[in-house]
C-alpha cells in the first residue's frame, strides 16, 4: 500500500478504516481464541492502533517492516489481506504461511512485511539487514522495525540500532512502549523514564511521541522516513500507549486494574481521531458507523471462510525446508510413517 | 549425486594452494561474479581476516563489498539475514565458531526457520564462514569444533571441507546457494597445500562426499583435519592395509550413497571427525550406515573424536585431546 496522505480527506478516511480494521480483526481474533476455535497462542493489538497505521502510512509502499509477537495490527496497516492472516490464525493452507507460522509468524515478504516473530527483541537486526540491502542496493527503501519496551532490555537490538547508525542505514526503529513486557512493568525493566534517552548512546534522534494520537507518530515517522532515505542514518522513537487486552488471552492481568485500562480508553486512538475528523467535517458520525459496521461484517465473513477453509495435507510439514532439493527429508518421513509416507 | 565434481576430476587446469588461499579464490570469483554478494565481518576489511582468509579482497572491492563490522556478532549476523530476505547474498565471517554461541539467535530461529514458517515464501541466501579446532594453544572459547550444533539444526546446511579443492568448491556453493550455509573451516589446515581447479566455473555440489583416495580393507570417512591425517596414514599403511579415505565434507545434506558404496566395498568403517564424540558428527555416519549398510558390515564402526571435554590450553593437555592419525591407526587395527 502507498503512503498515505494525512492532509487529504481520502487519506484519514483510510487511515480511520486501517485502525478500525485491526481494532475489528482483533476483537474477532479474540473471541475465536476464547472460544477454542484458535491453536496456540494470540497476542492483541487493541489500543495500540495509532502507532502501526501512524507510522505505516508515513512509509511508501516499497518499504520493510519487521514486526513482533504482537503482529496483526503491523500486517493490517501493511496492507495485507485479512482473510490469509485469519486463515493463518487457523492453521489453514490458504494461510500466508500454508498454516506453518501462525498468529506469530505472519509474513509477506513482497509486501515488505519481514515477519511478526516469536522471538522477543529479534526484528531489528533484521529490519538493519533490510536497510542495508536498500543502501547497498542505492535503492529508495526504508526499513522500519516495531519492538516492545520489553525487548529494549535485548541485547540485540543494541547491536541492531548500533549497526545501523554505524554505517548510516535506512532505518527506523520504533519502540511501542505499552508499558508492560508480559506482567513486568516497564519501569521494574528500565531505569530510565523515557526510552527514547537510547538514541542519545547511538548519537540519532530520538524523540517520545503520543502513540495514542495518529497524527502524532505519522509525523514523527514522516520525518524520520525523509532522514533515512536522506542517507542521514536511524531514528529511534519511543511511542507512548496502551494494550487494552491482557498479554496473551486469558491473561488474568493482577498486575494492573480496570480503572488503569479505562484512563487510556478515554483517549482511545480511533475515537480521538474519528472525532477530530467529525469536527473538521472530513467525515460523518454516520459515514463512521457505516464503515465500522461494513469492516466488522467483513471481519465476520473471513473468519468464517478461514474456518471453512482446508487444514495443509499433512505431507506439506516436510515442504519448504530449503529452495534445493534435500532427498533426506522425505526419505527419514517416508521410513517413519507406516504407510511408508505414500498418500 | 556425482562425486566427479567433488574431487575436482574433469577440471584439468589446476593450482597448487593452500585451504587459505583457495577459500580467498572462491570469494574473489564470487564477488567479481555476482554484484549482489559481499563479505563481512570483524575486521576482514584491511586487516584481511584475523586468520588472514579475507586477505586484500577489500583493496580490489572496496569496503562496500569487504566490510568491517562492530563486534556484535548478534547484529550483524541478524542484519544478514535481513539483508538475504531482501534481495543481497551476505558472506558473513564469525571469527571463532564459539563465537556463535552469541549469535545462535539470529541463526537458530530466524536464518534457519524463516524459511519454513513463511510457507516458502521466501530464499535465505546467507553463507556464514567460521573457524573451528584446536592445536594453536587458544584454549576453550577459541578452540571449540562445534559444527554438529549446527548441521543438527533443520534448516541450515552445513559442510566443512578437508582439502583446498573442497574448500574452493564449496565455498562457491555455499555462496550460490539460495540456502542458508555454515561453512566450518578448521584453522589447522589453512597453511595445507594441494591442487585446486582454477576454473570459476568449478563448484562442488552441496551434499557430496569425496573419495579421496581408493582402498579396499576399510573405509575411513572423514573430515576437516583429519581427512589430510588419513590420507598420510592411508599412504603409510599401504601394502599392509588398503585403506579408503572419504573426506564427507558435506554434514547435512550428507552424501550417505557414497558412504554406502564404500562400505559395501570393504565392510569396515572408522570416522574421524574432530568434534566432541557424544551425539556427534560420527553418530550421524553411523546411524546412516548401519540403517542401510549393516549387512555390507564385517566389523563394529570405531568413532574417532575428542573425548567429552574442552580443549585446555597447555600444550601438554591439548595434544591429548585432539585426536590424529594414531587414533585412525588404533581404530582400523580394531576392526582389520
Ligand atoms: C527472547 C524471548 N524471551 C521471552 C519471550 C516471552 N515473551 C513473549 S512476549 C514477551 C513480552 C514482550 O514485551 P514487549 O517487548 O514490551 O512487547 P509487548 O508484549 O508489550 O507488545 C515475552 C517476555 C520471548 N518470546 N522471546
Known sequence: MVSIDIETEDGQREILRRMLTIRAFDTKAGELFADGELPGFVHLYIGEEAVGVGAISALEEQDYITSTHRGHGHCIAKGLDTYKMMAELYGKRD??????????????????????????????????????????????????????????????????????????????????NNHFGEATAMEDQHNVEHLSATAEAYDIPGFTVDGMDVTAVYEAVKEARERAA?????????????????????????????????????????????????????????????????????????????????????????????????????????????????? | MSTDTASGEGFSDTETMTVREAIRQALREELERDEDVYVM?????????????????????????????????????????????????????IMFSDFMGVCSEQILNQMAKNRYMFGGKTE????????????????????????????????????????????????????????????????????????????????????????????????????QRMVGESLDLAEELAGETSVEVIDLMSLYPMDT?????????????????????????????????QEEGFFSLDAPIQRVGVADTHIPFSPALEEEILPHAEDVRAAIDRVV
Open chain 1, 230 to 343: 536522506n542517507g542521514e542514518g536511524p531514528t529511534f522513537i519511543e511511542a507512548d500507549t496502551y494494550r487494552y487486552e491482557g498479554h496473551f488471552e486469558g491473561d488474568h492481568q493482577p498486575y494492573r486494574t480496570e480503572e488503569d485500562i479505562d484512563l487510556w480508553k478515554d483517549r482511545d486512538a480511533i475515537e480521538t481521531f474519528k472525532n477530530r475528523l467529525v469536527e473538521a467535517g472530513a467525515v460523518t458520525q454516520d459515514e463512521f458507523e457505516e464503515m465500522r459496521d461494513e469492516i466488522e461484517a467483513e471481519i465476520e465473513d473471513h473468519a468464517e471462510r478461514a474456518k471453512a477453509a482446508d487444514y495443509p495435507d499433512p505431507s506439506e510439514a516436510y515442504e519448504d525446508m530449503f529452495n534445493a532439493n534435500v532427498p533426506e527429508i522425505n526419505d527419514f518421513a517416508a521410513r517413519m510413517r507406516a504407510d511408508g509416507g505414500e498418500r
Open chain 2, 41 to 93: 565481518g570483524e575486521d576482514v576489511g584491511t586487516f584481511g581476516g584475523v586468520l588472514g582468509v579475507t586477505g586484500d579482497l577489500v583493496e580490489q572491492f572496496g569496503e562496500t563489498r569487504v566490510r568491517d563490522t562492530p563486534i556484535s556478532e548478534a547484529g550483524f549476523t541478524g542484519a544478514a539475514v535481513g539483508a538475504a530476505a531482501t534481495g543481497t547474498r551476505p558472506v558473513v565471517e
Open chain 1, 95 to 176: 494461510g500466508y504461511c500454508n498454516g506453518k507460522g501462525g498468529s506469530m509468524h505472519i509474513a509477506d515478504v513482497d509486501a515488505g512485511m519481514l515477519g511478526a516473530n516469536g522471538i522477543v527483541g529479534a526484528g531489528p537486526p533484521l529490519a538493519t539487514g533490510a536497510a542495508l540491502t536498500a543502501q547497498y542496493k542505492g535503492e529508495d527503501k526504508v526499513a522500519l522495525a516495531f519492538f516492545g519496551d520489553g525487548a529494549v532490555a535485548q541485547g540485540q537490538v543494541h547491536e541492531g540500532i548500533n549497526l545501523a547508525a554505524t554505517w548510516d542505514l535506512p532505518a527506523v526503529f520504533v519502540v511501542e
Open chain 2, 124 to 223: 535465505m541466501p546467507v553463507t556464514i564462514r567460521t573457524t573451528e579446532g584446536g592445536g594453536m594453544g587458544a584454549a576453550s572459547q577459541h578452540s571449540g569444533t562445534i559444527h554438529t550444533w549446527f548441521a543438527h539444526l533443520p534448516g541450515i546446511m552445513a559442510v566443512a571441507p578437508g582439502t583446498a579443492h573442497a574448500a574452493k568448491g564449496l565455498t562457491k556453493s555455499a555462496i550460490r546457494s539460495d540456502d542458508p550455509v555454515i561453512i566450518f573451516e578448521n584453522k589447522q589446515i589453512y597453511e595445507n597445500e594441494g591442487e585446486v581447479p582454477v576454473s570459476e566455473e568449478y563448484t562442488i555440489p552441496l551434499g557430496t562426499a569425496s573419495v579421496e583416495r581408493e582402498g579396499d580393507d576399510v573405509t575411513v570417512v572423514a573430515t
Open chain 2, 257 to 289: 550413497d557414497t558412504l554406502l558404496k564404500s562400505v559395501e566395498k570393504t565392510g569396515r568403517l572408522v570416522v574421524a571427525d574432530e568434534s566432541p564424540l557424544s551425539y556427534g558428527t560420527h553418530a550421524e555416519v553411523v546411524a546412516r550406515v
